[in-house]
C-alpha cells in the first residue's frame, strides 16, 4: 500500500517483485537496487521497462542483459547499455542496426562481420561510418555500397572500398576525385572518363598519374594539360603526350634550362634519338 492505490506486491520467487494496476495490467516493477526499475510482461516475457528521465525507456532482458530498449516515435529504437552507455541499438529490417548516442544524436553503428562498422545518420541518410583504427573513417553507402569516406581536415575526402581495399576517393569540387591509399599514402586517382587515371598528391600538388598498362605511367598536370611522366628506374623521365603521342621529353638530372631536354622518339620496340 503506497501513495498509489494501485500498488499491488507480487510475492515470488524474487521478493521484490511489485505489480502496477494501471490502465496497462501487465505492468511489473521490480524493485531492485535501482528503483526505477519496472518490467512490462508482454508477450515477450523478457521484455522490461527502466523507468529514468527518460520515460520511454524500455529493457529488454535477452541473452545480453544488457540490451535495453528506447520507445521513441520509431517503436523499432533498441538501447544496447555497454561499457560504452551511449550505445543504441536501433531494430530494423536489418536487425545488426545499431545506433550511437553521442554529441551527434545522428550517430548510428551497423554491426556487421566487421564489428567496427558504424552509420553516421546525417542529411544523407546513406553516410556509414566505419571505426577502425583511424577513428575517422567513414562509409558513404550509395548504389556502389563499397563506398567509404575518411572524414579528415578535409572532410570531403572519400573512400571507394574495392577489389584493392586501398582505393580512397576524394570529394572535391571535382567529385571524380579519386584517392589510392598506397605505400605513398599521397596517391590519388581522378575518375575520368579514363577510368585509369590516377593523381599522385606530391610537394608538386598537380602531379597526375596514369594507370595504364604500364603501371608506372604518370601524368604531371601543369599549365600545359598534356604532360605525362613516366616513373621508370630513372624517376627523372617525363613524357610530353602531344599530338604525336609517340613523343617522349627525358628531363635529366644535369639539364638546369627549362628546354634542355632530351627528346626520345619511340619507333617500335627501339628508341630512336632526335
Do not use: G, M, W
Not at 53 to 71: A, G, P, Y
Not at 162 to 180: A, I, N, Q
Amino acid at each position: 500500500v503506497t501513495e498509489r492505490s494501485d500498488c499491488v506486491v507480487l510475492v515470488t520467487e524474487r521478493s521484490d517483485c511489485v505489480v502496477l494496476v494501471t490502465e496497462r495490467s501487465d505492468c511489473v516493477v521490480l524493485v531492485t537496487e535501482r528503483s526505477d526499475c519496472v518490467v512490462l510482461v508482454t508477450e515477450r516475457p523478457d521484455c522490461v521497462v527502466l523507468v529514468t528521465e527518460r520515460s520511454d525507456c524500455v529493457v529488454l532482458v535477452t541473452e545480453r542483459s544488457d540490451c535495453v530498449v528506447l520507445v521513441t516515435e520509431r517503436s523499432d529504437c533498441v538501447v544496447l547499455v555497454t561499457e560504452r552507455p551511449d550505445c543504441v541499438v536501433l531494430v530494423t529490417e536489418r536487425s545488426d542496426c545499431v545506433v550511437l548516442v553521442t554529441e551527434r544524436s545522428d550517430c548510428v553503428v551497423l554491426v556487421t562481420e566487421r564489428s567496427d562498422c558504424v552509420v553516421l545518420v546525417t542529411e544523407r541518410p546513406d553516410c556509414v561510418v566505419l571505426v577502425t583504427e583511424r577513428s575517422d573513417c567513414v562509409v558513404l553507402v550509395t548504389e556502389r555500397s563499397d563506398c567509404v569516406v575518411l572524414v579528415t581536415e578535409r572532410s570531403d575526402c572519400v573512400v571507394l572500398v574495392t577489389e584493392r581495399p586501398d582505393c580512397v576517393v576524394l570529394v572535391t569540387e571535382r567529385s571524380d576525385c579519386v584517392v589510392l591509399v598506397t605505400e605513398r599514402s599521397d596517391c590519388v586517382v581522378l575518375v575520368t572518363e579514363r577510368s585509369d587515371c590516377v593523381v599522385l598528391v606530391t610537394e608538386r600538388p598537380d602531379c597526375v598519374v596514369l594507370v595504364t598498362e604500364r603501371s608506372d605511367c604518370v601524368v604531371l598536370v601543369t599549365e600545359r594539360p598534356d604532360c605525362v611522366v613516366l616513373v621508370t628506374e630513372r624517376s627523372n623521365c617525363v613524357v610530353l603526350v602531344i599530338e604525336r603521342s609517340d613523343c617522349v621529353v627525358l628531363v635529366t638530372a644535369c639539364h638546369k634550362l627549362r628546354y634542355n631536354v632530351l627528346i626520345l622518339k619511340l619507333v617500335s620496340s627501339r628508341h630512336c634519338l632526335l
